[in-house]
């Protein structure tokens, strides 16, 4: 009897515990997406777009930190597709990266379903294609993850979300642009500038009175932009992922590919006023505009338009050192660790990494310290996975600027896990750059006009620098990041230039250790597709 009620309690403590891991475990966000061409006027003339659900810009995923995003993508174009999560750290699961060098694009008139979570992760993201210039004519959204409901924010709370994404904007299609960058041609000034598609009927109504959050990203594939809203203030209070100082701005430049949030109040009189993007560093300058409402306005915004700030590159660079150097490290993590003392690392490893524009069998490319990358048929990540020879080798491309001839070729920097590394963003072109990292985020520590020395780094902020997962460069300048690489994969540092990126400026890091643990790395999913080399494993 004893031994009949011992088991019993026994079944009963099974039970309880497999309903509590049930209920703790992190939710399930399903989506299915289907990827088809349509046509859309964003200029005012009509032109083939890529649609998501037929919506354009694509469908925003509205998560909370930790939650498991199921995506099934359905590819109706009809070229190969893939999707990348910009900013999305994909801890432990470079397999679902979605860029050429961890995944097989997903045929025409087929589907792959990407399965990944937000771990540990707060703050304002974006999705595009990854393949060609694909993201030139859309396929791209929103990624917003909120803090779960026991985690309270370090800003004053908010009456509503705003989302914005802006960018540049071509009337050439996507086929037009590579048939001109195959041809060994630049691509030229964009067309003119777009609000979440539109170029100027965006409307944002909000209550006099009350505190609004705007999520803002740059969705454009060349261009900085600069906002800013007519006669209202931005506390910035977010930067990819982390938590800035909240500090009060006028207007902000936002490089392509990254992402900030701000706090804006609503304090003036019941009317509507200007939001306004314009382009930055560029003859002429492009602008587009959308409303900030009022509740109950009737009132039309007052011209002129709010004028962006006319300064020269060093005045910008100076202005850049309150939001890239000064903010401090919070990272907008659900269990805040403390202050990270990344200034008492040591460094193991230092790559300066020089850009530059060349000619390769007489036509235009961007190379990475002599090398312009090619994508290999067979993805690095299934190479590397299966051990397939041939498809690259781990060092080829040198830590430092190299003299030799320029080349076209696979590059790939082995790194080993939890190792903290210098990257230095060498620019030597007349023209900004932006620098994108997968797979982790770093902290911005430094920059500067001319060429990086080594004694340059007696002027680091080692103390309170953002960590972010974009950067931008100067004209002729350097900007010098440290990163804990704590995630294990393939991982793609990328311009986000994306003419430069088609054109070779791009390479990986491949982030290794001998051990094959769950806990680590995941294993390889079983619906990977495999193409290449790895078509038949």
């Known amino acids: 009897m004893k031994q009949v009620i011992f088991l019993l309690v026994l079944l009963g403590i099974l039970c309880c515990f497999s309903i509590f891991r049930a209920n703790a475990e992190d939710p399930y966000r399903y989506y299915t997406w289907v990827v088809t061409y349509g046509t859309r006027a964003p200029l005012g003339v009509y032109q083939r777009v890529i649609l998501i659900n037929n919506q354009f810009p694509g469908p925003p995923i509205e998560a909370v930190t930790n939650d498991n995003i199921i995506v099934n993508v359905i590819n109706q174009l009809d070229e190969p597709f893939l999707i990348t999560w910009h900013g999305i750290k994909q801890r432990k699961t470079s397999w679902q990266d979605g860029v050429l060098g961890t995944n097989c694009p997903i045929p025409p008139h087929s589907n792959w379903t990407y399965k990944f979570q937000l771990k540990d992760q707060i703050g304002t993201y974006m999705y595009y294609p990854s393949i060609s210039m694909h993201r030139a004519i859309g396929g791209f959204g929103a990624v917003n993850v909120n803090q779960r409901s026991v985690i309270s924010i370090p800003y004053p709370a908010f009456a509503g979300d705003f989302t914005l994404l802006i960018g540049d904007w071509y009337k050439a299609g996507d086929k037009a642009l590579r048939k001109r960058l195959n041809s060994g041609l630049a691509t030229p000034l964009p067309d003119g500038l777009l609000i979440n598609g539109l170029h100027k009927s965006s409307v944002f109504t909000g209550q006099k009175g009350k505190t609004y959050r705007f999520r803002i990203t740059n969705v454009g594939i060349s261009t900085s932009i600069n906002f800013r809203i007519q006669g209202h203030s ?64 009737d009132t039309p915004p007052s011209l002129p338009l709010p004028i962006a700030p006319t300064y020269h590159v060093h005045w910008s660079m100076k202005q850049a050192r309150t939001i890239r150097l000064n903010l401090t490290a919070n990272a907008a993590r659900p269990n805040p660790q403390g202050t990270f003392h990344y200034g008492q690392i040591n460094i193991v490893r230092r790559l300066v990494l020089a850009n530059a524009k060349v000619k390769i069998n007489g036509k235009l490319r961007y190379t990475v310290n002599g090398i312009s990358y090619v994508d290999p048929t067979t993805p690095l990540k299934l190479a590397d996975w299966f051990n397939i020879p041939g498809v690259f080798s781990l060092n080829n491309i040198k830590d430092l600027p190299t003299s030799r001839p320029p080349a076209l070729g696979v590059s790939v920097f082995g790194l080993t896990l939890h190792d903290f590394v210098e990257i230095v963003f060498q620019n030597t072109e007349p023209t900004i750059q932006s620098w994108h990292l997968d797979g982790s985020s770093f902290y911005v520590v430094g920059y500067g006009g001319g060429k990086w020395t080594t004694a340059l780094k007696k002027r680091y902020n080692l103390v309170d620098a953002i960590s972010r997962h974009t950067v931008q460069v100067y004209p002729n300048s350097w900007t010098a990041v440290l990163v804990s690489l704590d995630n294990k994969g393939m991982w793609n540092l990328r311009s986000q230039i994306w003419s430069d990126r088609f054109l070779g400026k791009q390479t990986y890091l491949r982030v290794w250790n001998d051990e094959k643990s769950l806990y680590t790395e995941t294993d390889i999913p079983p619906n990977a597709l495999r193409c290449g080399k790895a078509i038949h494993l």
């Open 234 to 297: 931005l506390i910035l209070v977010e930067v990819e992922g982390s938590h800035s100082l909240q500090e009060v701005y006028e207007s902000i430049d936002i490089h392509p590919g990254q992402s900030i949030t701000a706090l804006v109040t609503l304090r003036g009189a019941i009317k509507d006023y200007y939001i306004v993007a314009s382009t930055r560093f560029t003859k002429p300058i492009l602008t587009t505009t959308g409303i900030l409402r009022y509740q109950g306005s």
